[in-house]
């Protein structure tokens, strides 16, 4: 079969080939049909020389099953699924053995054309999203959904805050509209922040233009918003407490900015704000986002689809930082 790599020395994927997997018992072969990329993708092919050997990048796709191992139930060949991205964590809080088995990090991913996974690790898709659809949803969609509602509750007519028009902070805008949520974003792209308006969103803020946003967006919700969604790190930090009420909450989903620098910690504490780690998700949750996404009619946003053969083409466009929503490739 063929599939990428991603291997020490090499400063972009590799396409390659490999013997096509075979189920064994728990297991179930998948024909992968959409793999849609994270910016954990990029961050692993540049952090490439720290591998151990070749490794299949991507934690995200969608396909149909070929063939289940023994003992698999409720599963069977011709179903249409999506793969979690943990797929050792079922339910429940996070434990640090999930680690070993994160797809595209710790073990192969996606970019596959076949895959083969516990059958307990993937999720049935809704008949109405197509297979590029579905491969958003394992990461970012799954993450979106963390970061609103495995915290405290939200009713509707609350605020949040988001940033950027990556997949993310698009699911979020998503499921907050969904929740009945008001929503501040911010982009420094004219064209991106009229789309998010048009998609439901309140406020939409230059960031560059207006480097204090969290104050303006404080502002905007009256007495601050009850959550922040933060996907830039030590870089937007700062300003996502600054949007905060005293008391909210702060859901931390990416490193964009880095992975260490100076924050303002006396703000955090004056806020007695929360800050949440948001690691992907259970496969459960994304059990829940299938279901949301049917429930609410919800398409997830795609900027551009690529064919399988034009995968660095695919994490090229991903790391230009053009695009509004997800970026996938398409397998045949």
Same mark, same amino acid.
């Given at each position: 079969?063929?599939?990428?790599?991603?291997?020490?020395?090499?400063?972009?994927?590799?396409?390659?080939?490999?013997?096509?997997?075979?189920?064994?018992?728990?297991?179930?072969?998948?024909?992968?049909?959409?793999?849609?990329?994270?910016?954990?993708?990029?961050? /692993?092919?540049?952090?490439?020389?720290?591998?151990?050997?070749?490794?299949?990048?991507?934690?995200?796709?969608?396909?149909?099953?070929?063939?289940?191992?023994?003992?698999?139930?409720?599963?069977?060949? !011709?179903?249409?699924?999506?793969?979690?991205?943990?797929? *050792?964590?079922?339910?429940?809080?996070?434990?640090? %053995?999930?680690? *070993?088995?994160?797809? *595209?990090?710790?073990?192969?991913? /996606?970019?596959?054309?076949?895959?083969?996974?516990?059958?307990?690790?993937?999720?049935?898709?809704?008949?109405?999203?197509?297979?590029?659809?579905?491969?958003?949803?394992?990461?970012?969609?799954?993450?979106?959904?963390?970061?609103?509602?495995?915290? %405290?509750?939200?009713?509707?007519?609350?605020?949040?805050?988001?940033?950027?028009?990556?997949?993310?902070?698009?699911?979020?805008?998503?499921?907050?509209?969904?929740?009945?949520?008001?929503?501040?974003?911010?982009?420094?792209?004219?064209?991106?922040?009229?789309?998010?308006?048009? /998609?439901?969103?309140?406020?939409?803020?230059?960031?560059?233009?207006?480097?204090?946003? !969290?104050?303006?967006?404080?502002?905007?919700?009256?007495? *601050?918003?009850?959550?922040?969604?933060?996907?830039?790190?030590?870089?937007?930090?700062?300003?996502?407490?600054?949007?905060?009420?005293?008391?909210?909450?702060?859901?931390?989903?990416?490193?964009?900015?880095?992975?260490?620098?100076?924050?303002?910690?006396?703000?955090?504490?004056?806020?007695?704000?929360?800050?949440? !780690?948001?690691?992907?998700?259970?496969?459960?949750?994304?059990?829940?986002?299938?279901?949301?996404?049917?429930?609410?009619?919800?398409?997830?946003?795609?900027?551009?689809?690529?064919?399988?053969?034009?995968?660095?083409?695919?994490?090229?466009?991903?790391?230009?930082?053009?695009?509004?929503?997800?970026?996938?490739?398409?397998?045949?």
């Amino acid at each position: 079969m063929r599939c990428y790599e991603i291997r020490p020395g090499h400063s972009t994927i590799v396409a390659c080939e490999r013997p096509a997997p075979r189920p064994g018992p728990g297991q179930a072969l998948v024909r992968v049909r959409a793999v849609s990329l994270n910016f954990r993708d990029l961050s /692993m092919v540049r952090r490439a020389d720290r591998l151990r050997g070749p490794l299949v990048p991507a934690s995200d796709g969608a396909g149909e099953v070929v063939a289940c191992g023994e003992g698999v139930q409720g599963l069977a060949p !011709g179903a249409r699924v999506a793969a979690a991205f943990f797929p *050792g964590w079922a339910d429940g809080p996070f434990r640090g %053995a999930y680690h *070993g088995h994160a797809l *595209g990090g710790s073990a192969d991913g /996606m970019l596959a054309e076949e895959v083969v996974l516990p059958a307990a690790a993937l999720v049935p898709i809704p008949d109405r999203l197509s297979f590029a659809e579905a491969a958003t949803l394992p990461c970012a969609g799954v993450t979106a959904h963390q970061a609103l509602f495995a915290g %405290a509750p939200l009713p509707p007519g609350r605020a949040v805050s988001l940033q950027g028009t990556g997949g993310v902070s698009v699911f979020a805008l998503q499921f907050a509209r969904a929740a009945g949520l008001r929503v501040a974003i911010t982009s420094k792209d004219e064209t991106k922040r009229r789309r998010a308006l048009a /998609m439901g969103a309140e406020l939409a803020l230059d960031y560059r233009a207006e480097a204090t946003w !969290g104050r303006a967006v404080h502002a905007w919700a009256g007495e *601050g918003v009850d959550l922040a969604v933060d996907v830039g790190g030590p870089g937007t930090l700062d300003q996502a407490v600054a949007a905060l009420r005293y008391g909210g909450e702060v859901a931390l989903v990416g490193v964009l900015t880095g992975y260490a620098g100076p924050v303002d910690t006396y703000a955090i504490l004056h806020k007695t704000a929360r800050i949440r !780690g948001i690691y992907v998700g259970p496969v459960a949750a994304l059990a829940e986002v299938a279901a949301l996404c049917a429930r609410h009619a919800i398409a997830p946003v795609i900027d551009r689809v690529l064919p399988f053969a034009q995968a660095a083409a695919a994490y090229d466009h991903l790391a230009g930082g053009t695009h509004f929503g997800k970026v996938v490739v398409a397998l045949d």
